[in-house]
């Protein structure tokens, strides 16, 4: 199993692009999750997503989109870059255990530069 | 607003002793308790949970201890070992919702 896999490493965006954050997971887990971190901070959740359909969000899901059209696939999207999504991104899987107990799987993220 | 507080943001111990890190909450609705390690340039990757029922989990040299009526966590490495020095990171569950602490470095010096 691969886990968690996110695509691009790295990418740099003037203000006003668009762009889309891919995350794909290969162990059937029916959660998956954007985090953002910033520097010296914790990670933030973007929009999470339960199943296949349907999606909500989380702290701070002002300036990006989300879609959950499969099990695998979780892309974030980012209509209008601002300087202020400059971030570390985290894609994250789960799957809730009958003890009620849900360990996320992340992947090895993504860095934003917007200018 | 911030539900969650690491107000040690590094930590360094000798090869060998305890490790502690701890991390401060203030809201009583988590249900679940995590402990992630994070190396430069990875994701973070889970390392030890607890409940909202207990008090104590264990697992080889980590132990999570959980005091709900001072809304605090803590976790314990021991013996503390050189590849131990990471970012640690405390999340805590409300349904869906995860929140995460700022992280507390830490350097194990041999």
């Known amino acids: 199993n691969a886990g968690v896999t996110q695509t691009p490493k790295f990418r740099i965006l003037k203000i006003g692009q668009s762009m889309t954050l891919q995350c794909t997971q290969d162990?059937?887990?029916?959660?998956m999750y954007w985090y953002r971190q910033d520097p010296g901070m914790g990670l933030k959740l973007i929009y999470y997503?339960?199943?296949?359909?349907?999606?909500d969000k989380g702290e701070v899901p002002n300036g990006y989109n989300v879609s959950r059209s499969t099990t695998e696939d979780f892309p974030l999207r980012l209509e209008l870059a601002a300087p202020s999504q400059t971030s570390v991104y985290f894609c994250?899987?789960?799957?809730?255990?009958?003890?009620?107990?849900?360990?996320?799987?992340f992947g090895p993220g993504t860095r934003l530069t917007v200018l | 607003d911030q539900q969650v507080k690491q107000n040690s943001p590094s930590l360094s111990v000798q090869e060998g002793r305890i490790s502690i890190l701890n991390c401060d909450y203030t809201?009583?609705?988590?249900?679940?308790f995590l402990w992630y390690k994070k190396y430069p340039a990875e994701g973070p990757t889970f390392l030890i949970s607890?409940?909202?029922?207990?008090d104590k989990n264990e697992d080889g040299r980590f132990t999570v201890f959980l005091n709900k009526s001072a809304k605090h966590l803590s976790l314990h490495i021991v013996p503390s070992q050189p590849g131990d020095s990471a970012v640690y990171f405390c999340?805590?569950?409300?349904?869906?919702?995860?929140?995460f602490g700022a992280g507390t470095r830490l350097t194990v010096k041999p």
């Open positions: 994250a899987s789960s799957y809730l255990r009958a003890s009620g107990e849900s360990t996320q799987y």
């Open positions: 162990m059937n887990h029916n959660y």
């Open positions: 997503s339960v199943g296949a359909g349907i999606t």
């Open positions: 809201n009583s609705m988590f249900d679940y």
């Open positions: 607890i409940s909202s029922i207990k």
């Open positions: 999340a805590l569950r409300n349904n869906n919702d995860m929140r």
